[in-house]
């Protein structure tokens, strides 16, 4: 069974630094593409990036690029998103999920709340 | 990048139909038989319900189904369920990002 398994629950004070993981099972991690998808409260969904796991080649959004870095390590099946200096507009629900086509996505993570607030 | 249009909201009775539209461009919708679609409820993750415009995932009824004409993908909602509400977003390739776009969300309720 394909599972994405992504970490908890985070509460942060603005300026620090987080990772959060997606763990995949069930599938060979390296032939598929993994994206990365915020959700701001009450928003809808937008793209962050996307990561190719067999060779690390990372695509990001425009909107995204610079504030975010995403990575994995294939010896663990695992991508990341990563901040290096959290802002209080970095608040979401993030998603991680499969790329199966070039805009469809058939599994996806349970989501990660990450809550920034001094 | 400018998301694709939807309409905020929809609604219908149990049992009519209902369809959301997804207006893009022809650099995305319009360019492109790559546009899918998605069903989130509250606090859960997104589901696909249509991808590469009309075509269906193992498991989702065939009470759904998608059709594009032009620069608009529309998802249509037959024999409407209460278990049908929820936001439904489309999103789709565009020449200018591997990443594609989001469309801005439509709000399903069954009245």
């Known amino acids: 069974e394909v599972q994405l398994v992504q970490s908890g629950a985070e509460v942060k004070k603005p300026g620090e630094s987080l990772k959060i993981s997606c763990k995949g099972s069930?599938?060979?991690?390296?032939?598929?593409?993994i994206g990365w998808v915020r959700q701001m409260p009450g928003k809808g969904l937008e793209w962050m990036g996307i990561i190719h796991p067999g060779d690390s080649d990372t695509r990001y959004s425009p909107s995204l690029q610079g504030q975010v870095t995403i990575s994995a390590d294939k010896s663990i099946s695992t991508a990341y998103v990563q901040w290096s200096s959290l802002k209080a507009s970095d608040t979401a629900m993030y998603y991680c999920?499969?790329?199966?086509?070039?805009?469809?996505?058939?599994?996806w993570g349970q989501g990660t709340l990450v809550t920034v607030s001094s | 990048q400018s998301a694709l249009t939807q309409p905020a909201s929809v609604s219908g009775s149990p049992g009519q139909s209902i369809t959301i539209s997804c207006t893009g461009t022809s650099s995305d919708v319009g360019g492109y038989n790559y546009v899918s679609w998605y069903q989130q409820h509250p606090g859960k993750a997104p589901k696909l319900m249509i991808y590469d415009v009309s075509n269906r995932p193992s498991g989702v009824s065939n009470r759904f189904s998608g059709s594009k004409s032009g620069n608009t993908a529309s998802l249509t909602i037959s024999g409407l369920q209460a278990e049908d509400e929820g936001d439904y977003y489309c999103t789709s390739y565009r020449s200018s990002s591997t990443l594609g776009v989001f469309g801005t969300g439509t709000k399903v309720t069954v009245l």
């Open positions: 999920a499969r790329r199966d086509g070039l805009t469809h996505f058939i599994y």
């Open positions: 069930g599938y060979s991690f390296t032939n598929y593409w």
